[in-house]
T-cell receptor, first 110, second 114 residues
Framework: QKEVEQDPGPLSVPEGAIVSLNCTYSNSAFQYFMWYRQYSRKGPELLMY????GNKEDGRFTAQVDKSSKYISLFIRDSQPSDSATYLC??????????FGKGTHLIIQP | GAVVSQHPSRVICKSGTSVKIECRSL??????MFWYRQFPKKSLMLMAT?????????EQGVEKDKFLINHASLTLSTLTVTSAHPEDSSFYIC??????????FGQGTRLTVV
């Protein structure tokens, strides 16, 4: 069983829709959870990070962590074509390297 | 915001030659940097942890003699792919944590070995 599971998609939604991206994990040592956005042929860009269960909101983005279920989500409200990218979840137990999900390819249709 | 700069963004080299990739933290000091490799439509795989002033820590299965890492200063880490082979063609990305685990990534380097 892989440590981090993420549906690779592609996920295609119309502009303005609410997008839900999810990851599950098996390693209970993970304490820090990040979401990255990666455009084609570019390095990942940090969107949000959190280290506790619950919700964290930043503009149109909301990160949700449920440590008891080992499940994290990223919600995007009022999705825009510019949100089209690959979204990677990442996790860490501390100051070590990150463990990434495969990434979900998101397409926002104008 | 914090910026991590990676160079070159693209490089094509001949089999048997060596290629050096630089990773710089531009507005913060990084005692640790991470090097990842990403295959098409695949996740990022951690290759090694670069430590300023000491030897790098390599993940299982990564050849130390092939992927040489040097972290000579608090703002610069380099990855040298030695005796490059077409199988080494990939996308290489570095990252540096600024505070705690808030890691910022370089732009990535597309290596093509012909």
């Amino acid at each position: 069983q892989k440590e981090v599971e993420q549906d690779p998609g592609p996920l295609s939604v119309p502009e303005g829709a609410i997008v839900s991206l999810n990851c599950t994990y098996s390693n209970s040592a993970f304490q820090y959870f990040m979401w990255y956005r990666q455009y084609s042929r570019k390095g990942p860009e940090l969107l949000m990070y959190t280290y506790s269960s619950g919700n964290k909101e930043d503009g149109r983005f909301t990160a949700q962590v449920d440590k008891s279920s080992k499940y994290i989500s990223l919600f995007i409200r009022d999705s825009q074509p510019s949100d089209s990218a690959t979204y990677l979840c990442a996790m860490s137990g501390g100051a070590d390297g990150l463990t990434f999900g495969k990434g979900t390819h998101l397409i926002i249709q104008p | 915001g914090a910026v991590v700069s990676q160079h070159p963004s693209r490089v094509i080299c001949k089999s048997g030659t060596s290629v050096k990739i630089e990773c710089r933290s531009l507005d913060f000091q990084a005692t640790t940097m991470f090097w990842y490799r990403q295959f098409p439509k695949k996740s990022l795989m951690l290759m090694a942890t670069s430590n300023e002033g000491s030897k790098a820590t390599y993940e299982q299965g990564v050849e130390k003699d092939k992927f040489l890492i040097n972290h000579a200063s608090l703002t610069l880490s380099t990855l040298t792919v030695t005796s490059a082979h077409p199988e080494d063609s990939s996308f290489y990305i570095c990252s540096a944590p600024r505070t705690g685990i808030e890691a910022f990534f370089g732009q990535g380097t597309r290596l093509t070995v012909v």
